[in-house]
């Protein structure tokens, strides 16, 4: 499969929730593997999954996503470009753009 570019939904300050479809798709859900996330600079940090119940829904969570946040600069109001590459099983951070 080609690199697919996903939305992702920041709810909250520093917690990053992927949606159910996207976690399913890319294999994540399989034992809550880990998510290795790849910056603008090429630097990659690998999270935990953990699974949250908001109103009796399913979600997926991204642990330690405050780290990632603070390391890039990153603050509210920016908008997150990401590609899944499912070889690597990873996310790779393509662009940042203010809303």
Known sequence: MDPKFF???RKG???LHLPVEVVERAGLSDNLQPLSVQ???WDIEVYEM???LNGGTLRYAVDGWRKFMVDNQL???HMLHFTYVTSKKKIVLNDVTSI
């Open 50 to 52: 953990k699974t949250e």
């Open 39 to 41: 910056n603008m600079t």
């Open 75 to 77: 603050e509210f109001g």
């Open 7 to 9: 939305n992702f939904s």
């Open 13 to 15: 300050d520093y917690r």
